[in-house]
């Protein structure tokens, strides 16, 4: 056994499942996945730290199942009553996690595409909840303590209150957009602007996705540059997904929602503020182009108004004799598509919109440009150093420029065909080996080297 406690003396790098245990996938929730993998890839042995409301129990069954499905039964009050205690009383030494076996007791396929890479699974019970509680009462981060060796390195995928002691505690921050766009957020400003700051002081290293939000980390937050490292992210999609033959696709689009291949446009992801999609609605519905807009995401804070063309009462009074129906003709609002059905949505759209106000990387953009579909995205924040050349940018906040865009991609069709070129070059600038690479670099910087092995086979078979 090694000073780290693995068993094949390779490093053990953990990360946080705290986006991972969501339902539905966001973009951190890709990044620590795509991370977990990059990790794998380096020879760590990976390790990823969950949060869930389920309870300790000594049957390793029961601790199995509850990570799969916290419904196992309630304890009894008086051991509910007696944790709680023990919580509180220890609040200031921090928390505790164990390992949960994952023996494939539990048949778990329903959440292989979900899951990330690992070799070990630990819990504590409601870590996050606790460390925000903690943070609010001390202005401090709560300490992680693991029943069995400590990592090397935790790397937290998002700004959390929370370390473990003796391990080399580094934290991504993907943007700063609760600071730099106050108005599209619910966040706590002043409690997210001292969280953040405490993190750059007190962190082992920072990490972030683009040179935009680094810029934004270092003159908003005052963290010394080379305290600073920008690994972007990696954009992967499993072959599985991609290799589907385009007559396929064009069934299942058609089949699905009866939309024709290549006469179709697409956005996918959050309706927010800062996803500009009332804009976005406004310059589609302006242009005057053919084919309706298909809009896949859930409604988040504010979705009402970004979709008040849609639902405006007045607007529909304006437009009546007819134009009302063709309107919501224009516009189809899926909440939500499993992953296969949204690549092929992507792969047979016409173009993806994505005139994004704000944002740290913007993998939407990436994703639909590794998959050959042109894309109309924003020249703000890290955009313009993502998509490159590879895409048309144009002013989120023009909506002359962004009808404009719409409208020559749409008569164009040399353009079109080059963009489709383009998009999966400029994508593998962002390709999982590139990311594995930055990040090794990164990790031996902070004293951790990456240990070369065969490429663990779930990779491989993706």
């Known amino acids: 056994m090694t000073p780290s406690g693995s068993a094949t003396g390779r490093p053990r790098v953990f990360l946080d499942g705290y986006n991972l245990a969501l339902d539905q996938g966001t973009g951190v929730a890709t990044y620590a996945r795509n991370l ?27 601790r199995e199942i509850a990570f799969f499905d916290e419904r196992v039964g309630d304890p009894p009050k008086w051991l509910v009553a007696l944790r709680r205690s023990r919580r509180m009383l220890r609040a200031p030494l921090g928390e505790v996690g164990v390992r949960v076996p994952i023996t494939g007791q539990v048949i778990a396929t329903t959440f292989r595409d ?47 209150p929370l370390h473990i002691p003796g391990a080399r505690n580094i934290y991504t921050l993907h943007d700063l957009v609760p600071l730099r766009l106050p108005y599209t957020t619910l966040d706590n400003k002043r409690r997210y602007f001292r969280l953040n700051r405490m993190l750059g002081q007190q962190a082992d290293h920072i990490v972030t996705v ?60 959050a309706i927010e503020p800062k996803k500009n999609v009332g804009r976005m609605i406004q310059a589609f519905l302006a242009s005057g182009v053919e084919g309706p807009l298909v809009i896949v995401g859930k409604k988040a804070w504010k979705s009402e108004e970004e979709l008040r063309l849609l639902f405006d009462d007045h607007i529909r009074y304006l437009v009546q004799d007819g134009a009302t129906l063709r309107t919501r003709h224009k516009i189809v609002l899926l909440d939500y598509a499993p992953f296969r059905l949204l690549v092929n949505l992507i792969r047979g759209a016409r173009a993806v919109l994505f005139p994004s106000l704000y944002e740290g990387f913007g993998l939407p953009a990436l994703e639909a440009m590794l998959l050959g579909t042109p894309v109309i995205t924003s020249n703000t924040a890290s955009m313009p150093e993502v998509v490159g050349e590879a895409a048309l940018t144009v002013d989120p906040y023009d909506i002359g420029q962004l009808v404009q865009a719409i409208q020559a991609m749409d008569g164009d069709a040399d353009l079109r065909a080059r963009l489709a070129e383009a998009g999966p070059r400029q994508a593998a600038f962002f390709s999982p080996d590139r990311y594995a690479a930055r990040l090794e670099a990164l990790y031996a910087r902070l004293g951790v080297a990456a240990a070369p092995a065969p490429v663990p086979e779930r990779l491989a078979a993706e």
């Open 36 to 62: 977990s993998f990059g990790m794998a890839r380096l020879g760590f042995e990976v390790g990823v730290v969950y949060g869930t409301r389920a309870a300790p129990s000594f049957n390793p069954l029961i």
């Open 114 to 160: 979900r899951l990330p890479h690992f070799d070990e699974i630990w819990n504590a019970q409601e870590l996050f909840q606790q460390s925000v509680a903690h943070f609010r009462i001390f202005g401090n981060r709560l300490a992680l303590r693991l029943k069995g060796p400590r990592p090397e390195l935790m790397h937290w995928t998002y700004p959390l």
């Open 210 to 269: 683009s040179e935009a939000s680094k810029r934004d980390i270092v003159s908003l937050l005052g963290v010394d540059p080379e305290r600073v490292t920008n690994t972007w992210q990696a954009v992967d999609i499993p072959r599985k997904f991609t290799d589907v033959p385009m007559q396929a696709v064009r069934d299942e689009v058609q089949g699905s929602f009866g939309l024709t291949a290549g006469k179709y446009w697409l956005f996918f992801g």
